[in-house]
Each structure stands twice: as C-alpha cells, then as structure tokens.
Nanobody, 127 residues
C-alpha cells in the first residue's frame, strides 16, 4: 500500500522560499497522479497543485500560480513543491495526496479525487 511522507516545512519570512518533498514508500510513484493540498487553521483543506503520473500535466490554484512549481522524480519516488515569494497567507499544513491514475490528462486538485494522504508538514510564513 502506498504511503506518503511530507518534509521540508518550516518557518520563513515573507518573500522567502521553501521546497516541500513528498516521498512515497510501499509502492512506486509511476502511475500515480499526485496532488498538494493545504489547510490553514479554521479553514477547509484546499487544493494547491497537482501533477500527472508522467509529469506532462500540472495544475495550480489561482492563489499560487506563478509562485509555486510542482515536479516529480519518479526514479527517486518523490514529488516536490517549490514555493517562492511566500506570503503570510500561505501559512498552513501542507499535505500530499495520491491516486492511481496512469493517464496524461489534465490533473485535478479536487480533494475527493485522491485516496492516499500523507500526515502533513507545517509551513509558517511570518516576519
């Protein structure tokens, strides 16, 4: 069974960058569509970005377009989320999620699509 572990979170100042990693175990990532989500205190979990199984399709929430970049290294069984120009409103627990979907169609950041979830990593953006 696929297990996901996020890492790379931390405390940064506005304008700085972080790179989150989502490492998979129990199965190999090729064939899985991967999504990143976040949940701020008192708010619903929202989709941030996704990447198709082969990496040819990506999708971003409007709030992060142009600042965040998702990528994957299937050889390392890892998906990354590069976050630049961070803002205080990016503060949240970030989760990666997966679903077996081996099609190079435009991926979705709809939460119900995904059926495997990591435990999350905290990102805090504050001066």
């Amino acid at each position: 069974q696929l297990q996901l572990v996020e890492s790379g979170g931390g405390l940064v100042q506005p304008g700085e960058s972080l790179r989150l990693s989502c490492a998979a175990s129990g199965s190999t990532l090729p064939g899985y569509t991967i999504g990143w989500f976040r949940q701020a205190p008192g708010k619903e979990r929202e989709g941030v970005s996704c990447i198709s199984s082969g990496g040819s399709s990506t999708n971003y929430a409007d709030a992060v377009k142009g600042r965040f970049t998702i990528s994957r290294d299937n050889a390392k069984n890892t998906v990354y989320l590069q976050m630049n120009s961070l803002k205080p409103e990016d503060t949240a627990v970030y989760y990666c999620a997966a679903r077996w979907w081996n099609f190079e169609t435009r991926c979705t950041i709809a939460r119900p699509f995904f059926d495997s979830w990591g435990q999350g990593t905290q990102v805090t953006v504050s001066s």
